[in-house]
């Protein structure tokens, strides 16, 4: 086994194991303790990562204090972290093993980049991927969750992906190892535990070695999978434009496709949106222009011939940022420059609503620039001393809700709307024979 395993991590790695560094999560079960001495039989360079989720008290306890023997023994460096996981599982409104594998990989990849390991490996065998495969099976799921636990995801590695249970068990039985056993494996209240302690014993009496037929099905689907992918990114090509901080998915482009709304999806799934949105966004494309749709990172606005795809803001969280003299300030769209300039008139004017000149004599400190409320008003430039509301302003310029919704305003001390950031300039406070002293934002 220990040959084996190591061509396949050679394999994955791409190049010698030997001048790599690894990072590997160790829970003290059977399968990461197999994982940790087939590195340390191969002489490769190494430390061990444990996270405690605090779910089993003193046993929680109990498995890291092992966990930190194990390397001691092996002479490599350890990690350990106790992770908030009940709270974090309340907060995100997601299941316990949910919270436990965010804030399991979150922090093992803050800990390989922080220490310089050039991969993170975990200790998923065969048998993982086939109880993946009828977990996703029994909850509904496109090819991707068919196809078992891939052997490499970016900076993961999986070694024992095509090893069995059986052969880890052999190689521990072999090596004299001792492991801690979680007793929640046991039950069978997880979805899981049951699939492994009820549904493969059901199905190994019904088909002996159905394992190699799954393993061929496995096979098969990867090579589909990698059809779709191809596929897939050609229609991204054609149909996706990142512009900015937005992406613009051109919708009308996938209108002739067989499988247009399934397309949707796939190009909506990598910002959080599920199966059930993605086919509510398809269905409304043709209705008023305006809906909304919220990922939990991300919303989407079907916006005329286009899906248009921003992270999310909230309203309450922008920044409110009290300005009391030049300088640079950063706001969530953006940073926002003022200069004095106290020399004459410039050669040239702005052209554009990114930059404008006023009068610095004009000016009361401290300003604010601030999110645009209803009821805000200014007397743009050119029209002639004509108020107009900010809201009427924005409607004109044909903008959309995301747009609209960001919109800043910089006020005077005394509370009057100096700019409306990007668009229009108040007639009061512009620049003129009268008074030279511009101040540029």
């Not at 050119?382 to 900010?390: E, F, I, L």
């Not at 919109?407 to 990007?422: C, F, S, T, Y």
Request: aromatic share 10%.
């Amino acid at each position: 086994m220990l040959e084996r395993f190591q061509k396949v991590l050679s394999e994955l790695t791409g190049e010698d194991p030997g001048g790599q560094r690894f990072l590997l999560a160790v829970s003290g079960g059977l399968d990461s303790v197999v994982l940790l001495r087939l590195f340390a039989r191969s002489g490769y360079a190494f430390a061990v990562a444990h996270g405690n989720f605090a779910l089993r008290g003193a046993e929680s306890d109990a498995d890291e204090r092992f966990v930190h023997t194990l390397a001691e023994q092996s002479g490599v460096p350890v990690f350990s972290c106790r992770f908030p996981t009940q709270d974090h599982a309340r907060a995100r409104r997601i299941s316990i093993q949910m919270a436990a594998r965010d804030l399991r990989y979150e922090w093992l990849e803050t800990v390989r980049r922080e220490q310089g390991f050039d991969w993170l490996v975990t200790a998923h065998h065969w048998n993982d991927s086939l109880e993946t495969f009828f977990i996703n099976l029994l909850r509904g799921s496109g090819l991707r969750g068919l196809v078992g636990i891939p052997p490499r995801n970016d900076r993961i590695l999986r070694p024992l992906n095509g090893f069995t249970r059986a052969a880890l068990e052999a190689f521990y039985q072999e090596e004299g190892l001792v492991h801690r056993e979680d007793a929640s494996n046991a039950e069978t209240y997880y979805l899981r535990n049951q699939i492994r302690h009820l549904l493969v014993p059901v199905l190994r009496r019904i088909q002996p070695g159905f394992e190699k037929q799954l393993d061929r099905t496995f096979h098969a689907l990867r090579g589909a999978l990698q059809i779709y992918a191809h596929a897939l990114q050609n229609l991204r090509q054609t149909c996706v434009e990142t512009k900015d901080s937005r992406v613009l998915i051109h919708w009308p482009r996938l209108e002739e496709h067989p499988a247009a709304a399934a397309v949707c999806f796939e190009l909506l799934a990598p910002y959080g949106f599920r199966p059930e949105q993605a086919e509510s966004i398809w269905k409304g494309r043709n209705r008023q222009s305006g809906q909304l749709f919220f990922a939990p990172d991300f919303q989407l606005l079907i916006d005329r011939e286009t899906f248009i795809l921003e992270k999310r803001i909230l309203k309450n969280s922008l920044l409110w940022v009290d300005i009391d003299q030049a300088g640079s300030y950063e706001l969530p769209q953006g940073q926002l420059s003022l200069t004095y300039d106290a020399g004459a008139l410039p050669p040239e004017w702005p052209d554009g609503g990114r930059e404008a000149l006023v009068s610095a004599e004009e000016l009361l400190f401290p300003l604010l620039c601030r999110p645009w409320a209803p009821g805000d008003f200014l007397y743009p430039l050119g029209m002639k001393g004509k108020r107009k509301k900010v809201q009427d302003i924005l409607t004109d310029s044909k903008i959309d809700r995301f747009a609209k919704d960001r919109a800043l305003v910089l006020e005077h001390g005394d509370g009057r709307i100096i700019w409306l950031i990007g668009y229009r300039l108040d007639e009061r406070f512009k620049l003129n024979k009268d008074n030279e002293q511009p101040f540029g934002v």
